[in-house]
C-alpha cells in the first residue's frame, strides 16, 4: 500500500509563511484528486484545497494558501501565506489513487504534519 508523508508543519508567526510537502512511498495511478485537508482540535477535518480540475480553496485560506503538484511523482505541496491562528491545525495530505495501473482506486491519507501558529 503506497503511503503518504506530509513535511514542512512547524510553528509560524502570524503573518508568516509555511510550506506544507507531501510525498509517496511509491508512484500512485489513476490520481483522481489530490488535495489537502486540516483538523484543529475539537473540529471536523475540513477541507483545504485541491488540485485537479483547477485548484480549488476553501473560502478560509483563498487569496493566501496555494496548492500545487507533480502528478508524474504523486507529490503535493500546499504554500502558506498570511498565515492567521485559525489556520493551526493538522494539515493532511490526501490522494484518490491506485497503487497499480490495475488497481482500484482508493483515497490515501498521510498521519498528517502539525502546524501551530503564534501571535
Known amino acids: 500500500q503506497v503511503q503518504l508523508v506530509e513535511s514542512g508543519g512547524g510553528m509560524v508567526q502570524a503573518g508568516g509563511s509555511l510550506s506544507l510537502s507531501c510525498a509517496t512511498s511509491?508512484?500512485?495511478?489513476?490520481?483522481?484528486?489530490m488535495g489537502w485537508y486540516r483538523q484543529a482540535p475539537r473540529k471536523q477535518r475540513e477541507l483545504v484545497a485541491t488540485f485537479l480540475g483547477g485548484p480549488k480553496y476553501a473560502d478560509s485560506v483563498k487569496g493566501r494558501f496555494t496548492i500545487s503538484a507533480d502528478i508524474a511523482k504523486s507529490t503535493a505541496y500546499l504554500q502558506m501565506n498570511s498565515v492567521k491562528p485559525e489556520d493551526a491545525a493538522i494539515y493532511y495530505c490526501n490522494i484518490d489513487g491506485a497503487d497499480t495501473p490495475w488497481g482500484h482506486t482508493y483515497e490515501h491519507w498521510g498521519k498528517g504534519t502539525q502546524v501551530t501558529v503564534s501571535s
Open positions: 511509491g508512484k500512485i495511478f489513476k490520481i483522481n484528486q
